[in-house]
């Protein structure tokens, strides 16, 4: 069975930058049609589509984060990651992996709770 | 960006009562659209895909209707693990974006 977890820094200086990974077990990252996806949400608010990589390598972002985000793809340790540059208090939130099979989003990990601080 | 708006925002229904969420789109989204069941500190699990398409696993008293820009998820006999936030969420085009979510609450 397809497993995803999320690690990283939990707690992040403004202006500094987010790192998670998000590490797939049980199946292969290359396996099959698969986009990978990161999706977050803000403390007591509704779910935000981050971006995704295809399994091309392509990446797709969301344009509320302009170009503070990067999605990138380690096939060899079977994880994907997540970087958000200049971040503020705006970007606390539990963030989400997901693999998408191109009409909906079918597994997901547990979260990780990121927040924004001094 | 596509605007998804959920009603009602708030629920409140008892065991056994047949509930329906809207989900409304700002342009047609043909049948790219999505339902998510999530509880409180989980992630969320994949309910309806492609407007209609029943998830392997989840229960049949779940359904989803619609196309273009109106939408329905409906539960037809709510149990109580029913009790939880839905999500609407649209695949037409970038970026994909979510409904604000629907809590369904035990009356």
Not at chain 2, 13 to 38: E, H, M
Not at chain 2, 49 to 63: C, D, I, K, M
Request: proline share 4%; aromatic share 10%.
């Amino acid at each position: 069975q397809l497993q995803l977890q999320e690690s990283g820094s939990g707690l992040v200086k403004p202006s500094q930058t987010l790192s998670l990974t998000c590490t797939v077990s049980g199946g292969s990252i290359n396996s099959g049609d698969y986009s990978w996806s990161w999706i977050r949400q803000p403390p007591g608010k509704g779910l935000e589509w981050i971006g995704y990589i295809s399994h091309s390598g392509n990446s797709y972002y969301n344009p509320s984060l302009k170009s503070r985000v990067t999605i990138s793809v380690d096939r060899s340790k079977n994880q994907f990651s997540l970087r958000v540059g200049s971040v503020t208090a705006a970007d606390t939130a539990v963030y989400y992996c997901a693999r998408d099979r191109a009409a909906s989003m079918d597994v997901w990990g547990k979260g990780t709770t990121v927040t924004v601080s001094s | 960006d596509i605007q998804m708006t959920q009603s009602p925002s708030t629920l409140s229904a008892s065991v056994g009562d047949r509930v329906t969420i809207t989900c409304r789109a700002s342009q047609s989204i043909s049948s790219w659209l999505a339902w998510y069941q999530q509880k409180p500190g989980k992630a969320p699990k994949l309910l309806i895909y492609r407007a209609s398409n029943l998830e392997s696993g989840v229960p049949s008293t779940f359904s989803g209707s619609g196309s273009g820009t109106e939408f329905t998820l409906t539960i037809s006999s709510l149990q109580p693990d029913d009790f939880a936030t839905y999500h609407c969420q649209q695949y037409n085009s970038f970026p994909y974006t979510f409904g604000q979510g629907t809590k369904l609450e035990i009356k």
